[in-house]
């Protein structure tokens, strides 16, 4: 199966997956399968960024407001944790840590396996309760939850707070209730989890509370309002305010000892009266979760050790090979079927030439494959067996597709087609630019423009725009017909409107995802700012860093990439902000925090404009921070820049800098 072929496979699969577990609280697979499926993905999605699919479950959290439930807008992003699964994964997450925090401190606890629930409280009352939902968009189940007794209705102090915390069964109660559906003739639940969900997502508030519910908080919003530096201490503080806690949590500096942590609760975990899945990982220090940022759906200072999934053995048929969008090859293992945590599995990543011949690798072995500690199921190794075996691997010379010669790149011991007329990186192409979160062409999704490539209406990113000039031919076409042809087109015409930012994504530069496309928009204004920006420059600019900057430099010294442009300018593509470039002043690139209220504009009127003169905009001070804007009633922040010695700025002085 090709990679295109595949990828919809799994999104198709995991969307389906997601639905039943989030909507309709039924489990069709172990969370070690669905976590195999997902990073299956998410490395076909990093080989080939151009075939990334707008629906993918790699780009949004599961869930979705089911009927019968108001919506609720969450006030905070609700962000999932990235997934580690071995030591390896654990060491290059304090590495990653590391290279911008001195001496980590990481709290560790148990990652419950429940129901994500958001709690807001206004004057110490609780008003809502949701869902996650998709992380933007939850549903409202207060009622329900208010049946629960471990939520506080009224907490012990009078403040505003937003909490997160997951609702739970114990094993004893789900096994209760399991038994009591029995014997109504009723369908089982098919774990705690799924028994949780379906008991607050119901219409009957008096379903709920028939249910024997827990619930554990475990994240204060915006905790440094309160005056708390750490997770830890917002953890104690979750627990003066009358919410129930994890006790279990601990204090770590080092990899050794979240690797004793994790060894002792799966001992353990079997005598836990609720189900636990893993460990997450949190950097402690707010501050330094402040340095750290996120990324669009991960938080850079945690992750979530999962507990291993199984081995399986297997017999290797064969190895095929498949190509990237950049021409990489990569050796795959077409495997004997073999059901491995509920799932099938027919393929394996091989990885590269190196990794084949360091384990000796052959046609016909019998081999061990994984589906966790990688991003997608792998060989492990070969079983030794006696008897012939077939000769030793070696790598194809030319590319499966266009079958040029293919090289290697000695540094990654990948080999490359680097032929222009490679036509399935074309395709690819083609269809990242059509895809939603960039020109989002209803009509033309991977199939239609591989037809389209295959029947030569389609050469490049730019003739999509000339398919006007041929809609007599296209209406012949089979399963096309006038209606289908008029719609594709005038999709194709409504995506001139599509802003910069999601023309610069489009383009598919390497390693330029939708937000950092914002942020050189936001920055450069233009496409031509863009193109004469220096790889210097480009470095300075924050959260680009040098590879990105190199491989923007690198796609403009390109003519054939200008010649694109060029084309899609005179197509009457977007290429410039309506805002305009990033004024340069003395706040460019300026760390800043914003504090208390103001008498000539809101807080959000004074962050758009500081941001158009280049300035990043964080929540808490630290040593790092250059200037705090300080307004009436500034709280905590105030006092900490007084501490660390923080240039600080009132609303008067703000004339200086924004005109």
Known sequence: MNPKQRIKELVNLISKYNHEYYVNNVSLVDDATWDSLLHELSHLEKQYPELALPNSPTQIVGGSVAAGFNKVTHKNPILSLSNAFNTEDLINFDK????????????????????SLILTYEKGFLVTAATRGDGTIGEDITNNIKTIADV?????????????????MNIDDFEQLNQERAKNNEPLFQNPRNAAAGSVRQLDASITASRSLNVIIYHLFDATEYGLKSHFESLAYLKKLGFKIDETTALVHNVKDIEKFINKCEETRDKLPYEIDGIVIEVDDFNAREELGTTAKYPRWATAYKFPAVEAQTKLLDIIF???????????????????????IARASLHNEDNIIAKDIRIGDTVIIRKAGDVIPEVVRVVKKKGKRSGPFKMINHCPICS????????????????????????????????????????????????????????????????????????TLPNMGEKSIDNLLAAIEASKERSFANVLYGLGIKNIGLKTAKDLVKYFGNINNLMAASEEGLEGIH???????????????????IELINKLRDHGLTLESTAGPIINNELTNKKIVITGSFQSMSRNELKDKLERFGA???????????????????????DKALELKIDILDESDLNEYLT
């Open 543 to 561: 959260e680009i860093g040098k590879i990105i900057a190199k491989d923007l430099t690198e796609y403009f010294s390109n003519p054939k990439h």
């Open 404 to 475: 040029e010669q293919i090289t290697r790149d000695e540094t990654k011991a990948d080999y490359f087609c680097k032929s222009d007329n490679c036509e399935i990186q074309h395709i690819k192409a083609i269809s990242h630019f059509t895809s939603r979160d960039a020109m989002n062409i209803v009509g033309l999704g991977e199939s239609i423009c591989e037809y389209l490539y295959d029947e030569g209406y389609l050469k490049d990113i730019a003739s999509i725009y000339e398919l006007k000039n041929y809609r007599r031919e296209l209406v």
């Open 96 to 115: 990653r840590v590391k290279k911008a925090i001195n001496d980590p401190a990481y709290l560790l606890s148990y990652k419950l396996d429940g129901l």
């Open 616 to 638: 990043n905009i964080t929540s808490s001070v630290s040593s790092t921070t250059d200037y705090v804007i300080v307004g009436d009633n500034p709280g905590s922040k105030y």
């Open 152 to 168: 506080p209705k009224q907490l012990t102090e009078p403040i505003d707070v937003v909490v997160r915390g997951e609702i739970l």
């Open 322 to 344: 498949t190509v990237g969008r950049t021409g990489q090859i990569t050796p795959n293992a077409v495997l004997e079927p073999v059901l491995v945590a509920g799932s099938t």
